[in-house]
């Protein structure tokens, strides 16, 4: 996931004017904030500049981008877990496990899918196990199908749902 350095530096401002500690991560924003863009960025998320602040103070002590912080700021937020992550993941990156079958990534399938994490977890070690066959994930396999059907979604939106949790576990 590619950071939009304006919508960090947006971030940083409500993050810095609630009072606590600004990420390393959105440090390295070359501009300093500016308030007229934090109604962008909360109407982007559909979100108010309140809700959006709440959130973010929210995720923040409740440590980033963690399965708490990201639980955090949905709850102040009052938003859904995907839109949570989507915030959260941009602000504070993606911390910890980096393993495309991992919590993490278990966590980020299930959101994107609106499964249990249980189910995406499971999901994703009969991927990775279909991945060291010889011939590695052909996704218009029977197996590929099978994991799919298993999680009440299509092949293809299994496939896209993948696509997107490699990307933003790249820090894409």
Same mark, same amino acid.
């Given at each position: 996931m590619?950071?939009?350095r #304006? &919508?960090v530096g947006?971030i /940083?401002?409500?993050?810095? %004017?609630? @009072?606590?500690?600004?990420?390393? !991560? =959105?440090?390295?924003?070359?501009?300093p904030?500016?308030?007229?863009e934090?109604p962008?960025?909360?109407a982007?998320a559909?979100l108010?500049?309140? #809700? &959006?602040?709440?959130?973010? /103070?929210a995720?923040k002590? %409740?440590? @980033?981008?963690t399965?708490?912080? !990201? =639980?955090a700021?949905?709850?102040a937020?009052?938003?859904?877990?995907a839109?949570?992550?989507?915030?959260?993941?941009?602000?504070?990156?993606?911390?910890?496990?980096?393993?495309?079958?991992?919590p993490?990534?278990?966590g980020?399938?299930?959101?994107r899918?609106?499964?249990?994490?249980?189910a995406?977890?499971?999901a994703?070690d009969?991927?990775?196990?279909?991945s060291?066959?010889?011939?590695g994930?052909?996704l218009?396999?029977?197996?590929?199908?099978?994991v799919a059907?298993?999680?009440?979604?299509?092949?293809?939106?299994?496939?896209?749902?993948l696509d997107?949790?490699?990307?933003s576990m790249?820090g894409?």
């Amino acid at each position: 996931m590619k950071l939009n350095r #304006r &919508l960090v530096g947006a971030i /940083v401002g409500v993050v810095a %004017a609630a @009072g606590i500690a600004v990420p390393a !991560i =959105a440090q390295t924003s070359p501009k300093p904030s500016k308030p007229s863009e934090l109604p962008s960025v909360a109407a982007s998320a559909g979100l108010s500049e309140s #809700r &959006l602040q709440a959130g973010l /103070v929210a995720a923040k002590r %409740a440590g @980033g981008s963690t399965d708490a912080g !990201i =639980a955090a700021f949905a709850a102040a937020a009052h938003t859904s877990r995907a839109t949570a992550e989507r915030i959260v993941y941009s602000v504070f990156g993606i911390q910890g496990d980096r393993s495309l079958t991992g919590p993490v990534a278990a966590g980020a399938l299930a959101s994107r899918l609106g499964v249990p994490a249980a189910a995406a977890q499971r999901a994703l070690d009969r991927i990775g196990a279909l991945s060291r066959e010889p011939d590695g994930v052909d996704l218009h396999s029977a197996g590929f199908a099978a994991v799919a059907h298993d999680l009440g979604v299509q092949p293809a939106q299994l496939a896209a749902a993948l696509d997107a949790v490699k990307q933003s576990m790249a820090g894409k």
